[in-house]
Nanobody, 115 residues
Framework: QVQLVESGGGLVQPGGSLRLSCVASGSIFSRTAMAWYRQAPGNARGLVAFINSGGSTYYVDAGKGRFTISRDNAKSTVYLQLNNLVPEDTAVYYC?????????WGPGTQVTVSS
């Protein structure tokens, strides 16, 4: 049974930064590509970035140049560094496997960007 626990969200002013963490248990983490997704109110959940088992990364346009995804296989943890945040980044952020997500989704972590 895979478990995903996200943390690190919060309220931040425009231009601020946050570092999100996701601990994954119950899987062979080091061999698994992982992704961050986000869901804003009224919107569908969508991809933010993913990182494969070799460390190669991909970002959707909204996060290019501002977000950085990374992983620590020894800790079964994937990170998402969010810089230069704007109000449009306000959403609940989730991690999951890429490209085929696990059926289980963690609780997510709320990121609110507001002055």
């Amino acid at each position: 049974q895979v478990q995903l626990v996200e943390s690190g969200g919060g309220l931040v002013q425009p231009g601020g930064s946050l570092r999100l963490s996701c601990v994954a248990s119950g899987s062979i983490f080091s061999r698994t590509a992982m992704a961050w997704y986000r869901q804003a109110p009224g919107n569908a959940r969508g991809l933010v970035a993913f990182i494969n088992s070799g460390g190669s990364t991909y970002y959707v346009d909204a996060g290019k140049g501002r977000f950085t995804i990374s992983r620590d296989n020894a800790k079964s943890t994937v990170y998402l560094q969010l810089n230069n945040l704007v109000p449009e980044d306000t959403a609940v952020y989730y991690c999951n496997r890429w490209p085929t997500s696990y059926a289980y989704w963690g609780p997510g972590t709320q990121v609110t960007v507001s002055s």
